[in-house]
């Protein structure tokens, strides 16, 4: 297990449409100025970090992170600013290196990108791509954007992109190199790309027992050793939401949720989400739903099974009220965060 002193806790956002007091959905620009204002509440309570999501749906409201992160940037003071995920495949590589360059400028150095090729497809003809080009577009999308994190003049050739010869790209950043991570959802080969690369490797585990996943992080770790390049702490994100009570927290944020999940399924042919998977989920699998203490709990034996470094919340899981958003945050910060370092201090002795 990681020491806990180098632990770090995250919060991650698509920029879900939430509800106001009287149950309506706010706007789109309502939703992406209160992600802001939840992330200035994360700075302020020391949270390490916060990672936003790209969609093209109706029912998030981020589809550029890198917009929203430089508004964040301005207001707050120590928290990470990152992508969850940003989809190379569909966008241009140097663009998003002066994007996040630019993002890291404003917030003197807090800039990561989470690169990830996309569970949802809608920026592929959005933006002109064809889906049967998915995996050479990631593929060579990453090479490129690799040699972009040197920071010097680049020669690339490829199919997907114009050839660049020997081209510099500004702006550079003040480090010499932007915090990069791939996010990946449970194929080997692309935990295996990632070690081949150098890069650290933030895994989506959204359902099942955290366990499953401990094979992935074993074969980054062979795969950076014999390509001879740094295996890097490993990080996580997964669904959940804090109340005061464990019951609190189901009854809010289950309703809204199915909402979400059911919309989505019923595109990838999934059944509608029944209450007994839903609470399954929250008991054993990959769900971190309830009260501080409860969550805690689950959390920190999730980070000493798998031995990551990293944990990122996915909080805002469909139209969830406004204020109880806040109050997640608010609990995830001031009590979660402090109970698993707790925890896993007192298991370490």
């Known amino acids: 297990m990681a020491e806990v002193a180098a632990l770090n806790f995250g919060l991650d956002t698509f920029g879900d449409i939430p509800v106001d007091d009287s149950g309506a959905p706010v706007t789109a620009a309502a939703a992406i100025r ?13 949270v390490n970090a916060i990672a936003l999501g790209e969609h ?8 550029s992170p890198e917009t929203v ?11 990470k600013l990152g992508s969850g995920v940003t989809v190379l495949s569909s966008d241009d590589p140097v663009r998003v290196f002066q994007r996040f360059s630019t993002v890291d400028a404003l917030s003197n150095g807090r800039a990561e990108v989470i690169l990830g090729r996309g569970s949802f497809t809608e920026s592929f003809p959005l933006f002109g791509y064809d889906l049967k080009d998915y995996d050479v577009l990631f593929e060579e999308k990453l090479q490129l954007f690799v040699q972009l994190l040197d920071e010097k003049p680049v020669t690339w050739e490829g199919t997907v992109r114009a050839a660049l010869d020997n081209i510099d790209v500004y702006p550079k950043t003040e ?4 915090t990069t991570w791939v996010g990946v959802g449970g194929s080997p080969q692309s935990v295996v790309r990632t070690a081949y690369y150098g ?13 499953r996943f401990a094979p992935y992080i074993d074969l980054y770790k062979r795969a950076a050793g014999e390509f001879g390049t740094v295996a890097h702490p490993v990080g996580m994100h997964s669904p959940g939401f804090v109340a005061e009570t464990d019951e609190q927290a189901k ?3 289950y309703g809204p949720y199915k909402v979400m999940r059911d919309r989505i399924g019923a595109l990838r042919g999934w059944p509608p989400l029944k209450r ?6 929250v008991l054993h699998g990959s769900m971190y739903v309830g009260s501080p203490e409860t969550v805690a709990r689950r ?8 031995g990551v470094e990293r944990f990122d919340l996915i909080y805002s899981g469909g139209p969830l009220p406004v204020s109880a958003r806040m109050k997640a945050v608010e609990l995830y910060g001031t009590k979660v965060i402090p109970l698993v370092r707790e925890i896993l201090a007192e298991e370490s002795k």
Do not use: W
């Open 34 to 46: 209160q992600v802001v204002d939840e992330a200035v509440l994360a700075d302020q309570i020391g």
């Open 56 to 63: 093209h749906r109706p029912e998030f409201s981020i589809s």
């Open 69 to 79: 992160l430089a508004g964040i940037a301005t207001q707050t003071s120590n928290i």
């Open 175 to 178: 480090s010499g190199r932007l």
């Open 199 to 211: 890069l650290p490797l933030m895994l989506a585990i959204i359902g099942g027992a955290p366990d």
């Open 251 to 253: 009854e809010i944020y």
């Open 276 to 281: 007994e998977e839903f609470e399954s989920e």
């Open 299 to 306: 959390i920190a034996a999730a980070v000493k099974t798998l």
